[in-house]
C-alpha cells in the first residue's frame, strides 16, 4: 500500500506540472554542442517559450509527453516513496525521541531515488522524446517522430531491444538520486522542526506545504546539472548499435557541455526546473501525506471492526 499511495501522489502532481517540464526539456535542449551566440534563441524566458510553443505546436503542446509522464510519476514515486516509507516503518530513519536522522533519512532517500529511477527510466527516455518534438521552425535538439508512448516503446525495442530502453538510465539513476535525497530529507527536516515548534498549527497540512517548498529549491539547485546531462543523453540520436550519436556516456556528456558551451549551460532551464519542482513537489509531498493519512485512518478503522468482530465472537 506504501508504493501505491506515493505513486498516486506522484501522479496528482504530474499532471500540474508537466508543462513546464515541457519548456525546461526545450530550453535544456536548446543551443546543445554550441557556443553562446552561435545559435538561434527560440526560446527566451518561460513566458516567451510557453507563447512560441503556443504559436507554433497549439496549446496542447504544453502537455507533450503527459502521458508517459504520468506512468512515471506513478513508477517511480511508487518505489521512491514505497521504499522510504519502508524504511520509516522499520525504524531507521529516526532515533529514540521519534526525531528524523538527516544522514539515515539522505541516505534512503538517495536509494530509494536510484531505484525508481532505474524502473522508470525508459518512461523518462520516451517523454523526454516526446517533448522535444516540435515545429520544424523552432525545433532544438535531436527530434524524434513517435506518434505516442506505445509507438516509440515499440520502434526503440525493435531498433535496439531492450538495453535501448534503458539508455541513459545511468544519467537519470544519479540525477534522481541526488535529487530525492535533497528533497525527501530536507523535507522531513524542515517539516518537523516546524511541527516540533508548534508553527502552523491551523493546519497540518500548512507546515507540508512550506516544508515542501523548500525542498523544491533545495531540489532544484542540486539537480538541475544532472537534469541537463540526463535530457541531452536521452535526446540525442543513436547508431545502428544503440550507442549514442553525440555522447558516449555522462562524463563524455559533461565534458563536451563545459567545452562548447561553458559552465552556465548545466543551469539552463533553472527557471521552469524550480516552476515545475515547486508545485510538483508541494502537490507530491502533501498528497503524500494526506494519503499516509487516510491510510492510517481506513487501517485503525479496519482494526477496530475486526476487534469488534473478535469480542462479540
Not at 496549446?59 to 509527453?65: M, N
Not at 519502508?86 to 521519534?98: E, I, V
Not at 506505445?150 to 535496439?160: E, H, P, Q, V, W
Not at 544519479?174 to 491551523?202: H, L, P
Amino acid at each position: 500500500m506504501d508504493f501505491l499511495v506515493g505513486g498516486v501522489a506522484g501522479v496528482g502532481a504530474g499532471f500540474f506540472s508537466n508543462p513546464f517540464d515541457v519548456v525546461k526539456t526545450r530550453m535544456q535542449l536548446q543551443g546543445e554542442l554550441r557556443a553562446r551566440g552561435q545559435h538561434a534563441v527560440y526560446y527566451k524566458n518561460i513566458p516567451h517559450a510557453m507563447y512560441t510553443i503556443v504559436k507554433h505546436d497549439g496549446i496542447i503542446a504544453l502537455q507533450k509527453g503527459l502521458v508517459p509522464a504520468l506512468w512515471f510519476q506513478l513508477v517511480v514515486n511508487g518505489v521512491r516513496l514505497g521504499i522510504y516509507q519502508q524504511a520509516d516503518n522499520h525504524g531507521l530513519l529516526r532515533d529514540k525521541q521519534n526525531n528524523t536522522k538527516f544522514l539515515n533519512s539522505l541516505l534512503f532517500g538517495c536509494i530509494s531515488g536510484m531505484s525508481g529511477a532505474f524502473f522508470g527510466s525508459p518512461l523518462q527516455l520516451v517523454k523526454t522524446q516526446l517533448m522535444s518534438y516540435s515545429s520544424d521552425k523552432i525545433a532544438v535538439g535531436t527530434q524524434h517522430a513517435h506518434n505516442g508512448m506505445f509507438f516509440a516503446l515499440s520502434k526503440i525495442y525493435k531498433k535496439n531491444g531492450l538495453s535501448g530502453l534503458w539508455r541513459g538510465a545511468h544519467g537519470m539513476m544519479m540525477r534522481n538520486s541526488i535529487g530525492s535525497a535533497a528533497q525527501i530529507s530536507s523535507y522531513a527536516v524542515c517539516k518537523e522542526w516546524m511541527d516540533n515548534n508548534n508553527m502552523f498549527q491551523q493546519s497540518k497540512y500548512l507546515s507540508a506545504f512550506v516544508a515542501s517548498n523548500i525542498g523544491a529549491l533545495v531540489k532544484t539547485v542540486w539537480l538541475t546539472p544532472m537534469d541537463v546531462i540526463m535530457t541531452r543523453l536521452y535526446n540525442q540520436n543513436v547508431d545502428a548499435s544503440g550507442n549514442g550519436v553525440l555522447y558516449k556516456g555522462i562524463i563524455d556528456c559533461a565534458q563536451k557541455i563545459t567545452k562548447t558551451e561553458g559552465i552556465p549551460a548545466f543551469y539552463k532551464g533553472m527557471g521552469p526546473s524550480y516552476l515545475r519542482q515547486a508545485p510538483h513537489t508541494v502537490l507530491l509531498l502533501v498528497f503524500w501525506d494526506i494519503l499516509k493519512d487516510l491510510q492510517k485512518k481506513i487501517t485503525n478503522e479496519s482494526n477496530i471492526i475486526k476487534n469488534e468482530k473478535r469480542l462479540k465472537s
